[in-house]
C-alpha cells in the first residue's frame, strides 16, 4: 500500500508527460480504429467519423485513467483555488474589505495571544519546568496567593529540615556600585545560594557555579555575569574567568557567565549573581530584613499540599526561636503557600491580559460578521454565476466547496496580513510597561503563535463563509437565471438583519468600555501629584556604606554636594530625601505618639519615613500647611524636630492639633522628636495611590541611608546638567554613583505609563470596532437598496417624495442602530462589572459613558445610512420599472 | 478504485484477468488487448476504451505490467503493455479466483 502510495506521488510529478503519453495512446488506438473501417469499405472520411463515435467520450476516458494515478482532490483543490483567486481578482473592493477585516480581527488576536503564550502558555525556560515551585506568604487580609518575601531563617530552616524537595533555593536582589571603564554605574545584582542554578538546571557556558565554600558567610566574594552584562562590559571576552572585578569596592573574582538564554526566575532582570552566603543554620538573632524568594524543585511523586504541609510543620518548630516581634507579626500572615512558579511570575498581570484578550475576541467577532455580511451582500449579487455553475452540472456540494475554498483563500490571506500587523502590534505590547514583562517571558511569535493564526483563519473563513456558502449554494435555478433579481430576494438575507444588530451591540459593549477606561485616564490625569511636576529634574546617589562612614560624615558630604550642585548656572534650588516621589519608600518606622502606651515590637502601627534636606519642601513646590519647614538650624545639637504629612496627623492624632506635640519612631534607642510643620501629603507612589501617612526627619539629626533622591528646580533639561553634576561630585567622591537621572514629569508619565497603553490599545481596538459596523450597516442598507429599487421605484411614481424615500431608508438604519444598541446594553449591564479594577474614580454604570457611547454609534449608524438612502431618493421610477 | 462500468457487463475484476491473459501471449498494446478479446470471445466479449485505459493504468500502478513505447505492425508508435513477474503471480490468483466463482454459478444455476 505504501510503496504504491510513493509510485503514485512518482507519477503524479510526472503528470504533464503521462497526460501526453495517455492522448498519443488513444490517439494510436483512434488511427487503428480508423484504419479498420477503411478496411472495411468506408471512405477516408466515413471511417474517420465512425472511429471517433466509437471511440464515446473521449475526455471521460483520458479522465477516469488519469484518475487511478492522481489524486483527484488535490487536482480539485487547485482548480477550486485558481478559480476562487480569479473571481476574486474580478471583485477587488470585496476582497480588500474581506481581507482588512480579517486582518484587523486576526491580527489582534495573534497580538494578544502571543503575549498570552509568552507569559501562561510557553513553558519556563527550564528543564522539567512543571516540578519548579514558588513559596509565598500572603498577608492576612490579602485576597491573591502573591505574597511577601520569606525571611531567611526561616527558608534556612526549610531547606536544612524538608526533605520533599529535590533542591530548595531562594534569591533576592540588590543593587551594587559597578566601576568598569566608565563612571561608577549601578547594577542590578541577584544574591543566590550555591544551589541557585542546580534548581534551576541551568549552567554556566563558560565557567562553573559557585562551590559551597564559596557560599558560605565570609567567604572571599565571587560573581557569575550573565551574557548582556559579560558582552556590554567585556566584549565577551573569555579571559575574564578568573579576573576581578570591584562591586560595591570590594574586589570580586569571576567564576562564571550564564548562557544568553537564561531568564531570570523572578520580576527583576539582574545582570550578575553573587553568592548569597546565609548561614548553614537558622540565625534568628542576625536576619536579612528585605527576606527572599523561595523557589523548590519538588521530588517527583510529591505534592506541592505535602510539601507546604511540611514545610509549615518547620516553621511551627522554629516558633520558639523567632524574635518577639517576628511572632506579632506574623498574626498578620496567612501560613506560607505554595504556586507553580509559573503562576507565580504572570502575577497580577493576568487581569490585564484577560481584558485585552476578550477586547480582541470580540473584536474578531466584529470583524467575522462583517465578512458574512459582504459574502451574503456578494453572494446575493453573483446569484445568476452560481446558478449558471449549477445548470452546467455542478452539484451543490461542488458550490459550496467552491464557496469555501473561496473564504479560505479570503480568510488565510487575512491571516497572513494580520501577523504582520500583530508584528507591529507586539512591538508596542514589548516597548510600553503594560504587561510589565519580564524577563523570563519574551514576547515573539513563533511557531506556536503562526499555528494559533492559522487555526483563527481557517476557523474564521470557515464559520464566516460556511453560512454564505450554505444559504447560497442552494440557487433557484430558474429564477436566478432569469434575471429577476427581486425574485431571489430573501434568500440568505433574513441573516443579515441579525448579524448587523449583533455587529452594534459588540462594538457598543467595547465602545463603552473604551470609554470607561478613557474616563480613569482622564480623572488619573487630573490628578495633581501635590508636588511641583515642571522643571524638576532628578536623580539618585548611593553614600555607600561600605567605606564605613558615619551618619554625620555622610550628612557631610551631601551638604557639600547639594551645595556645589545649586552653584551650577541654571539650578533654581535643590533638595534631597531618602525617598522621592515615584521610587518608592526606602524607610518604614513603627510610629508612637507620646501618651499613648507603647505596643510590643511588630504590633505598633508603622509609617513611612524620609530623612530630608532643609530645602526638600521648597524645591518640590509641597506647601508646608502648619508649623515651619526645616532650616539649616535644624541639627544634632537642636531640637530633635520632625515634619508630618496631613494623612499622618489624621491618621495619628485625630482631631488633636498635632503641632508641638512629640513622638517616637524606629527602635527604642531613637530620640523623641517634635512635631514643627504639617506638609500636605502628596501622591508618593504614584497619581491612582491614596496617601499614605509620611513622617518628614531632618537627615542633620538623623541617621542618613547610604541611597539618597536629589531633586533640582531648573528650567534646564536633566542630559545638559547631568556632566556639569557629575563633575561636581567626582571632585568631592570620585567612585560615588549617579543614576536613575530623570524629570519628575517623566517619572509621573511613566507611572501612568501601564494606564495609558491599555486604554490607547483598547480605545484603538473601539475604534476599529466602530468602522467595521458602520461599513457593517452602509452595506446591509445598500443591499436593501439594491434589492427594493423596483420597490421604491413604484412607491415614487406613485408620488413619494425624495425626502421621504431618504427617511425611510435612514430611520431603518437608525432602528437598526437602535436595536443593536439595546442589545449591547443588556450584555454590558451583564458585564461591565468585570471592568471596576481597571476603572479609577469611575463607577462602572456611568451613565456618560454609556450615553456617549450609544449616542456615537447611532450617529454613526445614521451617517453610514445617508448614502444608501441619498441612492434611494436618486432612483428614477422609469429607470427602475423599465429594468424589469 | 473498482471500475464501476465494467461491473454491469462483467464479474469485478474480470477486465484485468482478460487483459493479463492476453498479455501472456508477449508484448502487446491498448489497441491489440481489445482486439484480441473480441475476437477471441467471438464478439462476445467488447472492450470499451473508457474501461481498458483506466485498467491499464491501474495494472501499471500495481506493477503487474510495465509499459514502452515501440512501433505498431504498421510502424505508427504505440505504447506496448507486457506483464511482469508480479503480473503473472497475480494472473494466476486472478484466474483461481474467477474459476471458483464460475463455479459457485454454475451451482446456483444447477439447481434443478
Redesign the interface.
Known sequence: MNQ?FF??IR?FRRRAALDR??A???E??R???Q?ENEGKGLTAAEARQTAQRQ????T???E??????SFPLVDQLVQDTSVALRSLRRDRGFAAAAILSLALGIGANTAIFTALNAMLLRPLPYPQPEQLYSVTQPLRQAQSNFGIPIVDPEFEAWRKESDDFDQLTCWSSGELDFIGSGPPERIMAASVPANFLTTLRVSPTLGRNFTRPEDLPNASLTVILTDKFWREHFSRDHSILGQQIRLNGTASTVIGVLPASFRFPGDVSPELLIPAQLPSQPNWGNMMMHGVTVIGRLHKGITPKRAISDLNLISKRQEPNMPAWLHNYRRKLQPPGIIPLQDQLVGDRRGTLILLLSTVLVLLGIAGANVVNLQLSRAAARQGELALRAALGAGRARLARFLLTEGLVLSLAGGTCGILLAGGLVRILRATPLLHLKSADPLQIDGIVLAFTFLVSVMAGLVCDALPALVMSKPALYEAIKGGATSVFGSGSRFRGPIVLGEVALTLVLLVGALLLFRSLQNVLAVSPGFQRESVATFRTDLRDFRRRTTAQKAMILDSELGSIRSIPGVRSIGASSSLPLTGYTLSAAIRIDGEPALPPGEAPSAPTMMVSPEYFRTLNIPVLAGRSFTHHDTDRSLAVAIINMSFAQRFFGKVDPLGKRLHYGPPSNPWVTVVGIAASVHHDGLEKDFSPELFLPYAQNFLPSLVGVALRTDLPATVLLPAIREKIAKIDPAQPIFDVSTMEHRLSESIGSRRTQTLLISSFALIALCLAAVGVYGFLSYAVSQTTREIGIRMALGAPKGMVLRSIMRRGAMLAMGGIAIGLAVLLATVRYLTTFLYHVKPLDWISFTAGSLLILALAILASYLPARRAAEVDPITALRYE | MGNKKLSSEFLPGTLDLLILKTLLRGPMHGYGIAQFIQQTSEDVLQVGEGSLYPALQRLLLNDWVTAEWGASENNRRARYYQLTAAGRKQLAIERRGFERTIAAIQKVLEIP
Open positions: 504504491r509510485r503514485r507519477l503519453e495517455l498519443e495512446e488513444l494510436f488506438h488511427a487503428m480504429k484504419q471511440m464515446g467520450n473521449l471521460q476516458t483520458k477516469s485513467s488519469r484518475d487511478v494515478w
